[in-house]
Antibody, heavy 121, light 110 residues
């Protein structure tokens, strides 16, 4: 059974940093691209970032480019999102998402339960 | 990075069919057969309902179907049931941004 367990969310002041983690199990982690998708309170889904199965290719939404960094440790089946220079508008539930294939194809077949990031002074 | 365009809401009576549209551009929906649809109930994580325009994952009811014409994709729910009441999101692969979601459509079963 595929499981994605996010951690690292919480309350942070504007300008601060957080590192999200996602522990994956139930599939061969290195064979699949992974993504982070967020959802602001009462709003729709927004793609944030993706990384290929090998970790050699990364992609970012314009809204987070230069501030967020996605990475993965295939030896520990773990996905990360380093978030710096956080803004109030980054407040959202952040979902860890398993892509359908090794490369990014905009198809998520499994989602974590999400971790809430709140940016407020 | 503009989101794909979906109607804010669609409603139908039990047993009826409804269709949700998702309009993009030649840089996303129009260029790739990589359109997916997700169902999200309140407080829950999204669930994949359709991938690669018209394919259903194992376990998804055949009442759900997808299609695409030009820059517009569509999700049709036939034989509408109370449990289908949820938010639905389309998503497409895009040339520059890689992934782009629609704004979401709230489906109400009357």
């Amino acid at each position: 059974e595929v499981q994605l367990l996010e951690s690292g969310g919480g309350l942070v002041q504007p300008g601060g940093s957080l590192r999200l983690s996602c522990a994956a199990s139930g599939f061969t982690f290195s064979n699949y691209a992974m993504s982070w998708v967020r959802q602001a309170p009462g709003k729709g889904l927004e793609w944030v970032s993706s990384i290929s199965g090998s970790g050699g290719s990364t992609h970012y939404a314009d809204s987070v480019k230069g501030r967020f960094a996605i990475s993965r440790d295939n030896s520990k089946n773990t996905l990360f999102l380093q978030m710096n220079s956080l803004r109030v508008e980054d407040t959202a539930v952040y979902y860890c998402a398993k892509e359908f294939r090794r490369s990014v194809v905009a198809t998520v077949d499994y989602w974590g339960q999400g971790t809430l990031v709140s940016v407020s002074s | 990075q503009s989101a794909l365009t979906q109607p804010a809401s669609v409603s139908g009576s039990p047993g009826q069919s409804i269709t949700i549209s998702c309009t993009g551009t030649s840089s996303d929906i129009g260029s790739y057969n990589l359109v997916s649809w997700y169902q999200q109930h309140p407080g829950k994580a999204p669930k994949l309902m359709i991938y690669e325009v018209n394919k259903r994952p194992s376990g998804v009811s055949n009442r759900f179907s997808g299609s695409k014409s030009g820059n517009t994709a569509s999700l049709t729910i036939s034989g509408l049931q109370a449990e289908d009441e949820a938010d639905y999101y389309c998503c497409s692969y895009a040339t520059n941004t890689k992934e782009v979601f629609g704004g979401g459509t709230k489906v109400t079963v009357l």
